[in-house]
């Protein structure tokens, strides 16, 4: 009798338990600064129903090949830099290449979906007789890599679309970027 009793009131428990976990709507995790900022843009970039994921890319490209340069003296690869980087750039429009590769990355997957990742390395492709410090992004799309890299396109001598959407594994691009640390992107 005493056995029931117990399992009665732990029965009914559990179902008190159960309505009471279904009855509480989950919470959505609250969007960061970066993530409203990128959201909007992409909103006034591109169209959500009518642009291809590839036309988006272009048009973000675009955007970014317009904002400023501003150089960063005595960068510091902290924990969660990109994320600062980005903001900063999406607020002022102008900044690093850290800071152009950072907001692309973030307005990238923002736009896609696509895994989306900031490369931190050297480049010759300013001066190819010099290697210098540069950031840049690179996308995984199908299963590929490719690099997106609006800063050297921009300022770059005579490199207008050079460096959108090119294959980590072509040639010029393997002669041109040394790869020496990757953060992946996540809002």
Avoid at 62 to 81: A, L, P, S, V
Avoid at 111 to 127: E, L, P, S
Wanted: glycine letters at 4%; one cysteine or more.
């Amino acid at each position: 009798m005493k056995r029931r009793k117990i399992r009665y009131k732990l029965a009914l428990w559990l179902l008190v338990l159960c309505t009471c976990m279904i009855a509480v709507p989950v919470q959505a995790a609250k969007k960061t600064a970066l993530e409203k900022k990128a959201e909007s843009i992409v909103k006034k970039q591109t169209n959500e129903k009518k642009d291809s994921k590839k036309q988006k890319l272009k048009k973000l490209f675009q955007y970014m090949e317009k904002c400023g340069y501003q150089r960063t003296i005595g960068f510091k690869n902290k924990k969660g830099w990109e994320k600062t980087y980005a903001l900063e750039m999406l607020k002022k429009r102008k900044g690093s290449c850290y800071h152009y590769a950072a907001a692309y990355a973030f307005l990238a997957k923002k736009a896609t979906g696509y895994t989306a990742r900031v490369c931190i390395g050297k480049t010759n492709g300013f001066n190819a007789k010099r290697w210098q410090q540069h950031a840049w992004c690179e996308l995984k799309i199908k299963g590929k890599w490719y690099i997106f890299d609006p800063n050297m396109d921009q300022y770059a001598a005579k490199c207008s679309g050079k460096y959108y959407w090119k294959s980590i594994s072509d040639k010029k691009m393997k002669k041109t970027y040394r790869r020496e640390k990757t953060i992946t992107v996540a809002f």
